[in-house]
């Protein structure tokens, strides 16, 4: 009996510590929907101030998929209330694609001209990209990133001055006499000729040819890091507009 009694004292503790543990889970999942969703309105809300016409094209992208999809091919095919939703689903999509595409445009055009924009978007690319962000700077603000990846060793210049091809240059020399017959392919970043505007960095570091082994790329990161000299501080994305050039970050 004893037994009994010590065992049914606890049941409801139990329970209560079940049902407490369950409301704060729900309590966190809300909060992370709404902080989503804060987070959409912002961005939206930025994007229309910025791009007008994101709003327009993404109607457009919501409206042909279900005008041809949903009512054409309802009336032709038929019957409609099959066709309908299908170009309604397909409009939303349409609607959601043309809209990041409208924010990312948006994102490049911001930070377009700022040291550390090509870092920033690096950092942002899914898959094995090892990044050694401003591993060379002058007093302009042109910098120069390293990147390991499958391609072999990718150095960026990126800047606002003439330096940055004299860095890149030098850092070339330097990462040659330490990897080698390692490829080293160099990207300057800007819109004149031979250049590679900071929208298609994504693009352009996607489409180089991969030749090293997965297990090959650590080894060569490592050694690069173990040889790399110290540099001026530089944060790691791009500077805000609204800090002056000879401000402090804090």
């Known amino acids: 009996m004893a037994r009994t009694n010590r065992s049914g004292g606890r049941a409801p503790a139990a329970a209560?510590?079940?049902?407490?543990?369950?409301?704060?889970?729900?309590?966190?999942?809300?909060?992370?929907?709404?902080?989503?969703?804060?987070?959409?309105r912002t961005?939206?809300?930025?994007?229309?101030?910025?791009?007008?016409?994101?709003?327009?094209?993404?109607?457009l992208g919501l409206v042909i998929?279900?005008?041809?999809?949903?009512v054409l091919l309802g009336l032709v095919v038929g019957p409609l209330w099959t066709w309908l939703p299908i170009g309604i689903v397909l409009g939303l999509l349409g609607a959601v694609n043309v809209f990041s595409r409208r924010v990312q445009k948006t994102a490049y055009a911001e930070m377009e001209g700022q040291p550390g924009a090509a870092a920033g978007i690096i950092e942002r690319m899914r898959g094995d990209?090892?990044?050694?962000?401003?591993?060379?700077?002058?007093?302009?603000?042109?910098?120069?990133?390293?990147?390991?990846?499958?391609?072999?060793?990718?150095?960026?210049?990126e800047g606002r001055g003439r330096g940055q091809r004299d860095l890149l240059g030098t850092e070339v020399r330097r990462v040659?006499?330490?990897?080698?017959?390692?490829p080293i392919h160099d990207i300057v970043i800007g819109s004149g000729p031979g250049e590679v505007p900071l929208p298609k960095l994504r693009l352009t570091l996607m489409?180089?040819?991969?030749?090293?082994?997965?297990?090959?790329?650590?080894?060569?990161?490592?050694?690069?890091?173990?040889?790399?000299?110290?540099?001026?501080?530089?944060?790691?994305?791009?500077i805000p507009r609204?800090?002056?050039?000879?401000?402090?970050?804090?």
């Open 129 to 157: 990209w090892r990044l050694t962000p401003a591993v060379a700077v002058n007093r302009n603000q042109d910098v120069v990133h390293r990147v390991v990846c499958r391609a072999g060793v990718v150095i960026i210049a």
């Open 43 to 59: 961005v939206f809300r930025l994007t229309r101030q910025r791009d007008p016409r994101a709003v327009w094209w993404s109607l």
């Open 207 to 238: 489409r180089l040819p991969r030749t090293l082994r997965r297990g090959e790329v650590d080894p060569l990161a490592r050694r690069l890091r173990a040889v790399s000299s110290p540099t001026l501080p530089i944060p790691k994305g791009p």
């Open 16 to 40: 209560g510590t079940t049902a407490g543990s369950g409301r704060r889970k729900g309590a966190e999942r809300r909060a992370a929907r709404a902080g989503r969703l804060t987070q959409l």
């Open 242 to 250: 609204s800090i002056p050039r000879g401000g402090k970050i804090r």
């Open 176 to 182: 040659r006499k330490v990897v080698g017959e390692t």
């Open 65 to 70: 998929p279900v005008g041809i999809v949903g």
